[in-house]
């Protein structure tokens, strides 16, 4: 019990602390790419900034609009911050000589836990949206709702591709069944389709019909302030860091290394893939523009879905056979 | 729509230059800690210029005011008692004040001087909390006696001339203390912070 509650309290911080330099890097890597510098001001390069902007969010003040209604306006980015959170309870980060994982608690049917617990993170955004009680955030939050409903299918069923390939839902086992080849090589497809789909889920350019600065000022947080608004802006780069981890763990290996080079360890292996997953998430914000919602939708219906249900029935066929 | 929504060429396309971006040469001029170098006429905060005996140019004609398309500038002329002269000529400037907040910079004052006296310098930092602080008279317009007479601008060699620094001196932006009374002259008093609470 100790153990656990240890072990959680580390990987809070853990997670935390890469929350606020994914943040900051995420605005070093758009200021290079935008020909600027980027934050650099407070502190060596930059590196105290996310301890800056903490400070500036706690002293905010904390507004309710009138309209809103308190108690779920209050709770909606709980919702968002305690789901993003509650990921990490499963996910491994590594494993030790004997196959026992480097994880809070091994699940053995990990990837379905972890489906729910994202499924109720968008709750935190529509219930955020609706209570708010103006147009803008109502707008973000039926988005919100309707996108997540339009890619998760997508999603979900790229991950039973992998599921059916290596015959398991536990997060290890799956490691496990990629030591000879990695996932994203036989389900190209599937990866294809769950990076599209990750960014979506996590709302991020080119798919953030939610937020929508230019059209929707926020979105669904418009409203929220200070620490409130703050605990989205988490939710939010912590969920970037939980599909970055599924990447990896499903389609890129997780801690295994490529091409036999072992004399690293396996966690170095997993930061690196996970590390190059957020990087391209950065960089595809500064590149595209955000889709139009139509779009978006179509995309998400009649050009994903088909896909991935084509991916699966070729994989079921593929499984079968052998 | 086929065509926007599989248009995966120009996506990987744009994702190249964005990479390609991220190594390139950065424009940025880090500003307070890295000052650009102006072209020798530019036209920022103004200086009244002394003779190289330390008597001031001005001669208090008003030329400079009449020329003002803004109405920023207020001289009041006087006559030189000839024992204490302040410029070599019949009369001085007793008063001398230039409301920066009206000011377009247009540099016609310099133009209209008779004698070189009012320049426009380099200079362009002058932010300041309170709205008073941008009146500037004569004890922060005059080059001090001890830093020299003032540079017209066909002399200055790169812009910025050497006594730059010279104005975080003069503007005392954050110290009430060492505040301007705006249009006070002559000794420096404690600046009264009027249309501010307390
Ligand atoms: S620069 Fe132009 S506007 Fe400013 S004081 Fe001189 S004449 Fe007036
Ligand atoms: S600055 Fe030049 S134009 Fe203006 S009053 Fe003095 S001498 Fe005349």
Not at chain 1, 4 to 21: E, G, H, M, N
Not at chain 1, 27 to 47: A, E, F, H, S
Not at chain 1, 156 to 173: E, I
């Amino acid at each position: 019990m100790l153990i656990v509650l240890v072990k959680s309290a580390v990987l809070l911080l853990v997670v935390i602390t890469t929350f606020a330099y994914a943040m900051l890097f995420e605005r070093k890597i758009m200021g290079w790419m935008q020909l600027r510098p980027g934050p650099n001001r407070v502190g060596p390069w930059g590196l105290l900034q996310p301890a800056a902007d903490a400070a500036k969010l706690i002293l905010k003040e904390d507004l309710t609009p009138k309209t809103a209604d308190p108690l779920i306006y209050r709770l909606a980015p709980f919702i968002s911050l305690l789901t993003a959170f509650a990921v990490y309870a499963i996910v491994p980060f590594g494993a030790n000589g004997d196959g026992s994982p480097w994880a809070i608690g091994d699940v053995n049917a990990g990837i379905l836990f972890l489906m729910a617990i994202s499924s109720i993170g968008v709750y935190g955004i529509s219930l955020g949206g609706w209570a708010s009680g103006s147009k803008f955030p109502l707008l973000g939050a039926v988005r919100g709702t309707a996108q997540m409903i339009s890619y998760e299918l997508s999603m979900s069923l790229s991950f039973v591709g992998v599921l059916m390939l290596a015959g398991t839902t536990s997060l290890t086992g799956i490691v496990n069944a990629q030591e000879r080849v990695w996932f994203f090589i036989p389900q190209a497809l599937g990866f294809i389709i769950y990076v599209i789909t990750a960014v979506a889920e996590t709302n991020r350019t080119p798919f953030d019909l939610v937020e929508a600065e230019t059209e929707l000022v926020g979105g669904f947080h418009t409203e929220y302030s200070g620490l409130r608004f703050g605990s989205f802006f988490i939710a939010e780069y912590v969920n970037m860091l939980t599909v970055s981890c599924i990447a990896s763990l499903l389609f890129l290996g997780g801690w295994n290394a490529p091409f036999g080079l072992t004399m690293l360890p396996g966690i170095v292996w997993f930061v690196l893939k996970v590390g190059a997953f957020m990087f391209f998430y950065m960089w595809l914000r500064a590149t595209l523009p955000r889709f139009r919602y139509d779009r978006l939708m179509t995309f998400g219906w009649k050009v994903l879905l088909p896909i991935a249900t084509l991916n699966l029935v070729a994989t079921a066929a593929w499984v079968a056979l052998h | 729509m086929r065509k926007q929504l599989f248009n995966v060429g120009a996506i990987l396309q744009g994702l190249g230059i964005t990479f390609k971006y991220m190594f390139a040469r950065r424009p940025t001029i880090e500003y307070p800690s890295v000052k650009k170098q102006h072209a020798p006429r530019f036209h920022g905060l103004h200086e009244l210029r002394r003779y190289a005996d330390g008597k001031e140019r001005c001669i208090g004609c008003e030329l400079c005011s009449s020329a003002c398309p803004a109405n920023a500038i207020t001289v009041i002329g006087a006559e030189n008692a000839p024992d204490a002269r302040v410029s070599p000529g019949e009369r001085h400037a007793a008063s001398y004040e230039i409301d920066e907040l009206r000011c377009i910079f247009c540099g016609l004052c310099e133009e209209a001087c008779p004698t070189d006296a009012i320049v426009l310098t380099p200079r362009f930092e002058m932010a300041d909390y309170r709205r008073g602080a941008f009146v500037y008279s004569k004890d922060r317009l005059l080059v001090p006696s001890d830093v020299g007479v003032g540079t017209p601008p066909d002399e200055r060699p790169n812009g910025i001339p050497a006594d730059l620094g010279r104005v975080a001196e003069v503007k005392s932006t954050m110290n009430v203390d060492r505040g301007y009374s705006a249009t006070h002259r002559g000794e420096v008093l404690k600046t009264e912070r009027k249309g501010l609470a307390g």
